[in-house]
C-alpha cells in the first residue's frame, strides 16, 4: 500500500475535524448579528473609505528572488541522489556550483543597487 | 484495498489526528508554565487542579461556545474556509514526520520535500484570511506575512537541501537513519538558520511583525472570532510541534540515543521537546525585530549562509566518496 493513501486520508480527516468542529459550534455558540458587530473593525471608530486604496507594494522584488531561488532548489532535491555516484558526483558538484553561482552573483547585484532595502 | 488495508489507513490517519489534538496542547501549556517562570509569575493556576493543566481544554470549550462573527464586509467564503487551509497542512506534515523506523504513520519516499511543500501551503490561509477581511489591519498583516514567509522559506529549503545532500536520501527515515554526533558540527550552520527561518515561519517572536499587536491590531486574524481565531492558534501551535520534531529529525538524529530499538519514539519526541522549549525561550527574550531588519537578515544573513553550507556539505560529499 502506498504511503501517500495515507497522506490523502488524513488530509479527509482534517476536512471532517474542520467540518465537525464548526458543527460542534453551530449548537453550542449563540448568533446575534447587529449591524454594528458586523461593520469592519478599525479601533472602535467607523471605518474610513473603502477597502479599495492605492499602496506602495514593497515587497515585489523579494516574490521575484523567491521565485528565482525556489526553482533553484527544486534541482537541488534530486541533485541529493547522485551525488554519491562515481560517475556524476564530481561533475554535478561542479555543474550546481556554476548554476547557484550565477544566482548570487544576481543576489549581490540585487543588494548592491539596494533592492533589499524595505523602505 | 482490502478492508483491512482500509482499516489500517483510518486507523493511521487517525492515530495522527490524536497526536495533533494533542501535542500542541502540551506545547500551549509548557508556554503558559515556562514563561510565566521566566517573567516571576505562576501562570494557569486553577483549571484542572494540578498546576493549570486543563487551562488551554477549558480555553477551547470557552471558543467553541463564542459567537462566530463574519463581517458584512468580507469575502465570506474565502473568509470562513481560510482556517481550514492554515490548519489541514500541519496535520499532513505531522502524518509523514517518523518518531522511530516504526512509529510513522505514512513513510513516504519523499518525505523531506513534502513537509517543506505542504506547509508552504498553510500560508495561503494567512494571505485569505488577510485578504478576505476587507479590514486594513488585515490586509497590512497579510502583506507582511506573504513578504517575510517568502523570505525565510528560502534558507529553510536550502538547509534542508543541505541534509538531504550529507544523507543522500530525501526521507526523513533516511535521513535520521544516516545521522551521526559528527553531524553536530558539520551541519551546525544548517541548524542555526533552519531553527531562525523555522521560527520566523511560524511568525513567532521575535518575527511576529504580521501580527504585530501594538501596530496592526492582530494582522491578518484581526476580523476573527471564537473557533475560528482558535484554528489559527492551534495551527501556531501545531507549526511549532511539527518544526521542533523536524528539526530533531534533520540534525540531531531523531530516534537515536541509548535503547533505540525500543524507546526510539521517546527519543525523538524528548528532542523535539527541547526545541520547542528553545522557541518559547526565544519568545520570551527578544524583542520584535523591525520590518526592514527582517527581510535584511533573511537575504543577506541566513541565504549566504545555508549556500555557505550547501558548498560545504556537497564538497565534503564529494571528496569522502
Known sequence: MSPYVVVAAVVVVGLLLFVAAMGARLLLAPSAPTRAKLTTYESGVDPVGQDWAQTQIRYFVYAFLYVIFAVDAVYLFPWALVLRSADLGAASLVEIAVFIGVLLVGLVHAARRGLLRWL | ?321
Open chain 2, 1 to 321: 484495498m482490502t478492508a483491512l488495508e482500509a482499516l489500517e489507513v483510518v486507523l493511521r490517519s487517525v492515530a495522527v489526528l490524536a497526536a495533533f489534538l494533542v501535542l500542541p496542547l502540551l506545547v500551549g501549556q509548557t508556554e503558559h508554565k515556562v514563561m510565566a517562570h521566566m517573567q516571576g509569575r505562576l501562570g494557569p493556576m486553577y483549571a484542572g487542579g494540578f498546576h493549570g493543566w486543563a487551562q488551554l481544554v477549558a480555553d477551547g470549550v470557552k471558543f467553541v461556545q463564542k459567537e462566530d462573527i463574519t463581517p458584512a464586509a468580507a469575502d465570506k467564503g474565502v473568509f470562513r474556509f481560510a482556517p481550514a487551509v492554515a490548519l489541514i497542512p500541519y496535520l499532513v506534515a505531522m502524518a509523514v514526520i517518523p518518531l522511530s523506523p516504526d512509529v510513522v504513520a505514512a513513510d513516504a519516499p519523499a518525505s523531506a520535500v513534502l513537509v517543506l511543500a505542504v506547509t508552504a501551503v498553510g500560508i495561503l490561509g494567512t494571505l485569505m484570511a488577510g485578504w478576505a477581511s476587507a479590514n486594513k489591519y488585515s490586509l497590512l498583516g497579510a502583506m507582511r506575512a506573504a513578504a517575510q514567509l517568502l523570505s525565510y522559506e528560502l534558507p529553510l529549503v536550502l538547509s534542508v537541501a543541505s541534509v538531504c545532500l550529507a544523507a543522500g536520501s530525501l526521507s526523513l527515515s533516511g535521513i535520521a537513519a544516516a545521522w551521526s554526533p559528527w553531524w553536530l558540527l558539520w551541519q551546525l550552520p544548517g541548524a542555526v538558520v533552519f531553527l531562525v527561518a523555522a521560527v520566523a515561519e511560524l511568525q513567532r517572536p521575535p518575527f511576529d511583525m504580521p501580527v504585530a499587536d501594538s501596530e496592526i491590531v492582530f494582522g491578518a486574524y484581526t476580523e476573527y472570532t471564537g473557533l475560528r481565531f482558535a484554528f489559527f492558534l492551534l495551527s501556531e501551535y501545531a507549526g511549532i510541534v511539527v518544526m521542533s520534531l523536524l528539526f530533531a529529525v534533520l540534525y540531531l538524529g531523531g530516534w537515536q540515543g541509548p535503547f533505540s530499538d525500543q524507546l526510539g519514539w521517546v527519543w525523538t519526541m524528548l528532542k523535539g521537546f527541547v526545541i520547542a522549549v528553545v522557541v518559547i525561550w526565544l519568545r520570551v527574550s527578544w524583542p520584535r525585530l523591525r520590518e526592514d531588519q527582517l527581510q535584511r537578515l533573511a537575504w543577506l544573513v541566513l541565504v549566504p549562509l545555508a549556500l555557505a553550507q550547501l558548498a560545504l556539505t556537497g564538497v565534503w560529499v564529494v571528496a569522502s566518496a
